[in-house]
Antibody, heavy 120, light 110 residues
């Protein structure tokens, strides 16, 4: 059974860097085709795709946020980490991590999400 | 890139069929057969309903079907049921080697 869980701060100040960790079980990020991505959703608004990392360390980023995002993986710890720099109140959202269908970008298993508020 | 365009809301009576459209460009929906659809109930994480335009993951009802024509993809829900009331989002692979979600559609069962 595949599960994912997001963790990180619930409150960050403007201009700070956000670091979120996705801890997963039931699969290995060293298995060919596997990927883990990050998606966010501001309150009452639509989903926004952020970033994705594959088993071979191939990394993909949202073009509009690429300069602020870094995604990394720690295969030994079964974790994927997303950092977002220069946080702003508009970045207030629920952040989800999710597992992809092998060799596809579709997310078949999602974490529960973690709410991050940006405020001074 | 810009979000894919979906109607804000679609409604139907129990038993009816409804279709949700998802319009993009030749750089996303029209250029690849990698369109997915997600269902999201209030306060819950999204659930994958369709991938690769028309494929259903195991466990998803065959009342849900997907298709694509040109730059527009569609999700059809047949035999509408009360539990289908939710928000629905499309997504597509893009020429930037990333993905983009749609604006979302609220489905109401009358």
């Amino acid at each position: 059974q595949i599960t994912l869980k997001e963790s990180g701060p619930t409150l960050v100040k403007p201009t700070q860097t956000l670091t979120l960790t996705c801890t997963f079980s039931g699969f290995s990020l060293s298995t060919s085709g596997v990927g883990v991505g990050w998606i966010r959703q501001p309150p009452g608004k639509a989903l926004e795709w952020l970033a994705l990392i594959y088993w071979d360390d191939d990394k993909r980023y949202s073009p509009s946020l690429k300069s602020r995002l870094t995604i990394t993986k720690d295969t030994s710890k079964n974790q994927v980490v997303l950092t977002m720099t220069n946080m702003d109140p508009v970045d207030t959202a629920t952040y989800y991590c999710a597992h992809t269908i092998p060799r596809r970008g579709a997310f078949d298993i999602w974490g529960q999400g973690t709410m991050v508020t940006v405020s001074s | 890139q810009s979000a894919l365009t979906q109607p804000a809301s679609v409604s139907g009576s129990p038993g009816q069929s409804i279709t949700i459209s998802c319009t993009g460009t030749s750089s996303d929906v029209g250029g690849y057969n990698y369109v997915s659809w997600y269902q999201q109930h209030p306060g819950k994480a999204p659930k994958l309903m369709i991938y690769d335009v028309s494929n259903r993951p195991s466990g998803v009802s065959n009342r849900f079907s997907g298709s694509k024509s040109g730059n527009t993809a569609s999700l059809t829900i047949s035999g509408l049921q009360a539990e289908d009331e939710a928000d629905y989002y499309c997504s597509s692979y893009t020429s930037s080697s990333s993905e983009v979600f749609g604006t979302g559609t609220k489905v109401t069962v009358l």
